[in-house]
């Protein structure tokens, strides 16, 4: 009887044996920690991949089985062992299997195949690289982290990992990245449903533009912007709790930008977009099963994007709907309609203004703002905004000062809201003609910072005074008859004036002797609408006098219109109007002389060109680019000059550029962005489509030929007439191939390239916003006061697109403007535009 039960004890223990070690075998089968080539990972088989320390789990699954009818199978990773499967990727998001037939392979190549029953690919981890050499013994795993990876056989990198395709969820050490040179994204996209992985209409990126900032969005519409980093947090996210838990990043150097987070503890974390557009951050011990949300946001209808119009702060206070407030010395644009936003009762001028400190508040939107990573302190930061009339505000870029930096925003102040608490300081800039109440100036939350008495406004109108004074003096001694016959037109004029401005015209007899007669050897040159000679006064002042030819295309329209605008016009970068002739039929226009000539002379003659080294060029871009902002924006009228080119800008004694010839420039009002005439005037090249097609002209149109007469300064080569023996592009199409290609620097003239990296780095700055003001449709190319900041900072540059032109047309070769109009549009004038008569 022992002998039995010993027996029966033996054979019990041996079946337990056998079958503990079969489910081993089992177990081992089922799941492994790595994949090589020839091996499958097989639905059918509950086959799964596990990480190293069982964290991680890759599989197949359906969705939704707790409470759908979905029999859709996918591929992905979710936490091992838990309770609920929660999924933090899925491979074939966009192609699902229909049934467990699915199978995943690793090719010698290194690329992941997933084929369904018909040994159809359904997805692949292949970017379209068909002829990706073959690697030694390749080898999928799942690292701890969650990350699905294919290393080489020699482990020396990573051939591919999902970590670079995100799903819905952010795991620690994954990255929302944005690259400036490939213009690549890495981002979360929400599942369409819970039952459907396929990608839904939200979106979490990094929004490039502008100081970079994470966004979330509902397809092309901003939904909640989280904001730029300001050294602590994100500045949409102040309320979000400080602790020792998770370390947050956000890098941004000279080729991408990137955020990611790590936990400090244990924890196990994820950041979720799910499919309702919402951003839940979840955490839980590894002994634990249950999950527990830290943060979720939108939080309320203030953080939504816009939620007010440009310039209000959106204000919530508990259990009230919330409140869209103007800021200080603004008003709303419709009562009705606070969506409209809100307009400044005062106009800036430029004088007498100074910063209202908002503090607590969300940032406006960064992507039209511009980042000064030289600048250290907020004083500084103060003073250079203050120095750009077109600088609306400012703010510290880093309130930690690890890394210093300023943000400028020079167009509209948008999606702002006011915290109780957190939040963030901004400086607006507002009008001194608005005198402050005592309680406005004592409430909470804004604080007074500088009152401006402009010293410089001043000195300048008491400096204008007193040249037009010696000015007047002086042409009396020198015979001219003091006629004054053009009168300020106080319809153009911002405080609405009608205040006199004498022009004195000087006879033609003074005319004919400081030209010698306009003698052959005192001609210039030729201008659009006739020649233009050297002179030279009694008094030994040099002068050039641009005569109108009795045959060309402008009358005396024209010619009063350009008087009109130059006289009103004061800049160091545009040419000075010392007077005019009129005398019968002939008129002339009598400049300061400009001893180096045009531009033209020396950027399109080889040897002339060596003289011009980068510095020079540089210098004359920006000096270029301060004129045009002037007359866009800065000057007491906005003023369209439709034919800006190398000849048109002419060089002082100290090679710096003046712009002239306004003989085609157009005046538009205050609240005018684009015009339409029958009449297109200007010069082939240089003309931006839509102005060269359908007559349609802007600021926007002064920026193309901007952009073009850059890349002509950094080519030394015309746009038009340019050839070049791989191809029949113009110099636009030209740059764009190279640009395309990764080889921009090959467009740079030999002679103004050297070893300095910095001025590699500054040359291949300007080719791309030549590129971005070249742009096809206007609304993509920058304004004038972006282009003078983009060129004179280090912030972070756009992906430009194909430019307008982008081939050579059959149009004559030699450069030559143009009255006719040769692109006659189809459609009636929505605005006639009329010149400016003399009254």
Known sequence: MAKTTLSFKRRVTLHFCFFLFALILVTSENSSTVLIPGQFLRDSQNQTLVSPDKTFELGFFTPGTAGGSSNNRYLGIWYHNAPAKEVVWVANRNASLSDTSGALSLSPTGILVLLNNQNKTIWTSNNGNPSQAATPNPTLQLLDSGNLVVIDGNRVGILWQSFDHPSNTLLPGMKIRSNFATGKQTFLTSWKTDQDPDEGRFSMSIDPRGYPQLILKNGE??????????????????????????????????????YTYNVKSALLSRLVLNQTGFLQRYARSQGRSEWTSLYGAPMDQCDLYGNCGAHMTCNMEENSPPTCDCLDEFELIDPENQSKGCARKVPLNCENEYFWNYTRVKLPDTSTSSWFSEIRS??????????????????????????????????????????????????VRLSAAVPKSPATLNSGGKNLVAIVASSVGLAGLAGTVLVLVLW????????????????????????????????????????VKATDNFSTENKLGQGGYGPVYKGTLADGQEIAVKTLSKSSGQGTTEFKNEVVLIAKLQHRNLVKLLGCCIEGDEKMLIYEFMPNKSLDFFIFDKTKSKSLDWNMRIAIVNGIARGLLYLHQDSRLRIIHRDLKASNVLLDKDMNPKISDFGMARIFGGDQIEANTSKVVGTYGYMSPEYAIDGLFSMKSDVFSFGVLLLEIISGKRNRGFSHQDHNLNLLGHAWRLWIEGKPIELVEEEIVDDELSTTTQVLRCIQVGLLCVQQRPDDRPSMSSVVVMLTSETLLPQPKQPGFFTERNLPDSESSTSDNKHNSASVNEVTISLLDAR
């Open 378 to 427: 907020l004083g500084e930061c103060q003073e250079v905004c203050l120095r750009n009339c077109s600088c609306m505000a400012y703010a510290d870029a880093d309130i930690t000062k690890a890394d210093g930096g300023c943000l400028m925003w020079f167009g509209e102040l948008v999606d702002m809201r006011q915290y109780d608490s957190g939040g963030q300081e901004l400086f």
């Open 472 to 511: 007047h003096r002086r042409q009396r001694s020198l015979g001219m008859r003091g006629a004054s016959i053009f009168r300020r037109d106080g319809g153009n004029e911002e405080g609405g004036e009608d205040s006199e401005m004498e022009l004195h015209i000087f006879d033609r007899a003074t005319m």
């Open 221 to 258: 519409e901003n939904r909640y912007r989280l904001g730029s980093w300001n050294g602590k947090y994100f500045t949409g996210t102040p309320l979000l709790p400080e602790n020792n838990i998770f370390e947050y990043e956000f890098v941004m150097n000279k080729t991408d930008v990137y």
